[in-house]
């Protein structure tokens, strides 16, 4: 039989095994007669060999049909025709009616259901985002040869390049990440496409950049590679003009990284950064909190470090990373470990007294009851031996 070049040779796909509960959705959509594939980035991860995430199904039957044919469901995107399963552990598998864009404006799409398989895979970006998987035949569709481009490594637009980045510009950002998690290399003509595109990122939404940025640094494999590419593509112009030219830590493993602190590293004022992306109030109090500083102890010796850690508090943590993230091994970092094995007392709340006693012993509460918290903090950081009860009300009395 002669096979057309975008028929794949199932000889060359390995079979892969998707969830019970995923093959039951199908096959109960199935036996209604609605055409139903396992779509997205969960076959990707999987052929490579990666953790897959959650396996998306797409049909052809309409979100009503969808959610007659489910006894639990829940209406998670309906707009966009995704619906949410319940399996019976109840665990949501989002089902999603193929559909096709009728009208993009780089931002948004509006979509229409009643697309075939074929169709619901060309609207989508990447041709290694592009393959579908029959759950119950287990028959594989790539008819934009994704398979090929994964094996080679090669993040490549699904049709016209230029036309799908100015469908939705996040594309491009999107092509960066997946080359940049995966390693990949971007296919010229997609890489160029990408670079013209880039000035219309202007007209993305802060939140929608924030997370591609926050997953890219999360997925990256090389971050060095993830920011020289936000660099050349343009993006670092338009949304982090602040980004280092290269990432100036060392290597840091998947499973350590946090995108506020990785952010605080690559760029020079991390909270107008994270201002500009609309990051939460969490978010922005602890960029700025890394901005603040003090970075480190004034020296290695015991008394500095524990005021460092009284100045910085609950930021410790995330001045630590910072060094961490930075390849450094500074001298202070074991005496910060020693000090907190040993429990010294870095903060008023580890006083041996209490507000109460201050009060016994005549403070009144207010400013005055806060200065002398402080001056006895201050002494408990130069000596934690002072920190018991008797002897810090004794040190109040001589203040007072
Ligand atoms: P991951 O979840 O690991 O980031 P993914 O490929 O699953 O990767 P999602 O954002 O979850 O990415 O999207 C699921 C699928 O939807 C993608 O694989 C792709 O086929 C399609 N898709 C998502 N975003 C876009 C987009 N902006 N343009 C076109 N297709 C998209
Ligand atoms: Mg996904």
């Given at each position: 039989?002669?096979?057309?070049?975008?028929?794949?040779?199932?000889?060359?796909?390995?079979?892969?095994?998707?969830?019970?509960?995923?093959?039951?959705?199908?096959?109960?959509?199935?036996?209604?007669?609605?055409?139903?594939?396992?779509?997205?980035?969960?076959?990707?991860?999987?052929?490579?060999?990666?953790?897959?995430?959650?396996?998306?199904?797409?049909?052809?039957?309409?979100?009503?049909?969808?959610?007659?044919?489910?006894?639990?469901?829940?209406?998670?995107?309906?707009?966009?025709?995704?619906?949410?399963?319940?399996?019976?552990?109840?665990?949501?598998?989002?089902?999603?009616?193929?559909?096709?864009?009728?009208?993009?404006?780089?931002?948004?799409?509006?979509?229409?259901?009643?697309?075939?398989?074929?169709?619901?895979?060309?609207?989508?970006?990447?041709?290694?985002?592009?393959?579908?998987?029959?759950?119950?035949?287990?028959?594989?569709?790539?008819?934009?040869?994704?398979?090929?481009?994964?094996?080679?490594?090669?993040?490549?637009?699904?049709?016209?390049?230029?036309?799908?980045?100015?469908?939705?510009?996040?594309?491009?950002?999107?092509?960066?990440?997946?080359?940049?998690?995966?390693?990949?290399?971007?296919?010229?003509?997609?890489?160029?496409?990408?670079?013209?595109?880039?000035?219309?990122?202007?007209?993305?939404?802060?939140?929608?950049?924030?997370?591609?940025?926050?997953?890219?640094?999360?997925?990256?494999?090389?971050?060095?590679?993830?920011?020289?590419?936000?660099?050349?593509?343009?993006?670092?112009?338009?949304?982090?003009?602040?980004?280092?030219?290269?990432?100036?830590?060392?290597?840091?493993?998947?499973?350590?990284?946090?995108?506020?602190?990785?952010?605080?590293?690559?760029c020079a004022s991390p909270a107008g950064v994270l201002h500009r992306l609309r990051c939460s109030?969490?978010?922005?109090?602890?960029?700025?909190?890394?901005?603040?500083?003090?970075?480190?102890?004034?020296?290695?010796?015991?008394?500095?470090?524990?005021?460092?850690?009284?100045?910085?508090?609950?930021?410790?943590?995330?001045?630590?990373?910072?060094?961490?993230?930075?390849?450094?091994?500074?001298?202070?970092?074991?005496?910060?470990?020693?000090?907190?094995?040993?429990?010294?007392?870095?903060?008023?709340?580890?006083?041996?007294?209490?507000?109460?006693?201050?009060?016994?012993?005549?403070?009144?509460?207010?400013?005055?009851?806060?200065?002398?918290?402080?001056?006895?903090?201050?002494?408990v950081l130069a000596d934690p031996s002072l920190n018991t009860r008797e002897r810090l009300l004794?040190?109040?009395?001589?203040?007072?």
């Amino acid at each position: 039989m002669n096979r057309s070049p975008a028929e794949p040779d199932e000889r060359e796909f390995p079979a892969v095994e998707l969830p019970p509960e995923i093959i039951e959705i199908a096959r109960r959509l199935e036996e209604a007669g609605y055409e139903t594939w396992a779509v997205g980035g969960a076959l990707r991860d999987q052929l490579l060999g990666e953790d897959r995430g959650d396996v998306d199904l797409a049909t052809a039957a309409p979100p009503e049909a969808v959610r007659r044919l489910f006894r639990h469901t829940v209406p998670v995107g309906i707009e966009h025709g995704t619906v949410g399963v319940l399996d019976p552990s109840r665990r949501l598998h989002e089902v999603t009616t193929f559909r096709r864009d009728v009208r993009t404006d780089g931002r948004h799409a509006v979509v229409e259901f009643g697309a075939s398989l074929e169709e619901d895979l060309a609207r989508r970006d990447f041709t290694i985002n592009a393959i579908a998987y029959h759950p119950t035949r287990q028959q594989w569709a790539d008819p934009f040869r994704g398979f090929a481009d994964l094996r080679e490594g090669v993040v490549r637009a699904v049709g016209n390049p230029a036309r799908r980045f100015q469908e939705d510009y996040l594309r491009v950002l999107r092509a960066i990440r997946f080359a940049a998690r995966f390693d990949f290399e971007i296919e010229p003509v997609t890489w160029a496409a990408a670079v013209t595109a880039a000035p219309g990122l202007r007209g993305l939404s802060a939140e929608r950049v924030r997370d591609e940025w926050f997953k890219s640094l999360r997925t990256a494999r090389a971050l060095h590679r993830l920011v020289r590419l936000w660099h050349e593509v343009g993006a670092a112009a338009i949304w982090l003009p602040e980004l280092r030219p290269t990432w100036p830590g060392g290597e840091v493993p998947r499973e350590e990284r946090d995108p506020v602190v990785l952010t605080a590293l690559a760029c020079a004022s991390p909270a107008g950064v994270l201002h500009r992306l609309r990051c939460s109030g969490d978010e922005l109090a602890r960029a700025e909190a890394l901005q603040r500083g003090p970075a480190q102890p004034a020296s290695a010796d015991e008394v500095a470090v524990r005021r460092w850690l009284a100045a910085v508090g609950e930021a410790a943590a995330d001045h630590l990373l910072l060094v961490r993230y930075r390849g450094e091994e500074p001298d202070w970092l074991p005496v910060v470990q020693r000090v907190r094995e040993r429990g010294d007392p870095v903060s008023r709340a580890g006083l041996a007294i209490t507000g109460h006693d201050l009060m016994a012993s005549g403070i009144p509460a207010g400013p005055e009851m806060g200065r002398v918290l402080d001056l006895l903090l201050d002494a408990v950081l130069a000596d934690p031996s002072l920190n018991t009860r008797e002897r810090l009300l004794e040190l109040t009395r001589s203040l007072q």
